[in-house]
């Protein structure tokens, strides 16, 4: 079964700190991961995809498939980071469906 | 530019009165998804269309209909909506794995 575990419901940190949004995931296979972003009043939108390997915000996120782990990570917070932050698995081999992980709230205190 | 419309934004209904909520593209994505998400849970998915291929999941209650009359549309249809029912119902769409997500309707059950 497909599943993606976001063990912080909520992270606090303060301006100019490191920040990490733990996602562990199972899956019997090759999985594609994302990351996801909700920034206050505004949609769901994207933030960046482990295929692309780029850095997004400042953000970046590697697959550790010994780990299944795809934890999010930036050097130093900005106050325009806090967002619900959702890790989402899809299938390789066609299936472009997505299981979300239950998110993360992330605050950055100034 | 809005690339997913999702109307109205907040819909208030009673216990067992028939509600739609539609959803508009400008993306021209084959792909387009319906997703159920409760306070503090993870978006889950409903259903999705491949063009008019319609794709449910096991776990979606039969109380919950689709209809895709056109690549640009989607219609969510509750029945007979229940208490439980009361969410923030996501729209998406996708060309290859990045889905886009409209900005959500807000539905509460009386």
């Known amino acids: 079964a497909q599943r993606v575990t976001q063990p912080e419901k909520l992270l606090s940190v303060f301006k100019g700190a490191p920040v990490e949004l733990k996602c562990n995931y199972s899956?019997?296979?090759?999985?594609?991961l994302f990351w996801y972003v909700q920034y206050s009043r505004q949609r769901l939108q994207l933030l960046l995809r482990?295929?692309s390997r780029e850095s997004i915000k400042g953000f970046t996120a590697d697959l550790n498939k010994g780990e299944t782990s795809f934890h999010l990570k930036k050097p130093f917070a900005q106050e325009e980071d806090s967002a619900m932050y959702y890790c989402?698995?899809?299938?390789?081999?066609?299936?472009?469906?997505?299981?979300f992980g239950k998110g993360t709230k992330l605050t950055v205190n100034p | 530019d809005a690339m997913v419309i999702q109307n109205p934004r907040y819909q208030v209904t009673q216990f067992g009165k028939p509600v739609t909520l539609s959803c508009s593209q400008t993306?021209?994505?084959?792909?387009m998804y319906w997703y159920q998400q409760k306070s503090s849970q993870a978006p889950k998915l409903l259903f999705h269309?491949?063009?008019?291929?319609?794709?449910n999941e096991a776990d979606t209650p039969d109380n919950f209909q689709s209809r895709r009359p056109n690549t640009s549309f989607c219609f969510l249809d509750i029945r007979s909506p229940g208490l439980g029912d009361t969410a923030m119902y996501l729209c998406?769409?996708?060309?290859?794995?990045?889905?886009?997500f409209g900005p959500g309707t807000r539905l509460l059950v009386l």
């Open positions: 998406a769409t996708s060309s290859g794995r990045t889905q886009y």
């Open positions: 899956y019997s296979g090759s999985p594609e």
């Open positions: 482990h295929i």
């Open positions: 989402a698995l899809s299938g390789m081999g066609g299936s472009e469906k997505l299981v």
């Open positions: 993306l021209n994505h084959n792909v």
């Open positions: 269309y491949y063009d008019k291929d319609f794709n």
